[in-house]
């Protein structure tokens, strides 16, 4: 389960507010990929916060509410499906990943970035493998990216149904890659990840 050691070791070496950072929607075939930043209250603690990937969709729902409400800032940003093709989808996470933290109305002063890749940051960062299981703010921040990614792909569904968005999510099933086969590429799929229409 998360924890706050993360933070604590930073709040203990003089930061004043320490932001934690996850993306959502690397994978998919379509839509844009979403970043969260959040600065939780020192030693909150929420229960069942853990890694959005561990929770059901009901509780996701609920822990966003609740994050949103006792967050000292929360922010939420994207990159879009043009921008993953022109820059790749790893740098358009980081991207993402800048514009929230940017976008934080409570400036953080270091930030706990997901994974093992921090770029182009304009404030200390440390990369946390596995972040979204270890500390609660990475966690925070894995399920507002999540919900947020998860509730456009509704709202993409319904702009193109013949896709079925809503079940997959915009990931590469067989059902979602044949749609794409049959109907073409929308205007937000990503160019750069179908390459299974060449063979």
Sequence with gaps: MPTFEYENIKYAEGYTAVCGCDEAGRGPLCGPVVAAAVILPRD???????????????????????????????????????????????????LAMRRAVEALSVPADFA????????????????????????MSIAAASILAKVTRDRGCAELDRLYPEY????HKGYPTKDHMDAVRAYGPSPIHRK???????K
């Design 44 to 94: 909150i603690d929420i229960p069942g916060l853990n890694d959005s990937k561990k929770l059901t969709e009901k509780k996701r729902e609920a822990l966003f509410e609740v994050i949103k409400e006792k967050a000292i800032a929360y922010a939420i940003a994207e990159a879009s499906p043009e921008e993953i093709d022109e820059i790749n989808i790893l740098n358009a996470s980081m």
């Design 112 to 135: 706990l970035i997901d994974g093992n890749c921090s770029r182009g940051f304009s404030i200390p960062t440390e990369t946390v493998v596995k972040g979204d299981s270890l500390s």
């Design 164 to 167: 079925g968005i809503a079940k």
């Design 192 to 198: 750069t990840f179908l390459k299974f229409l060449d």
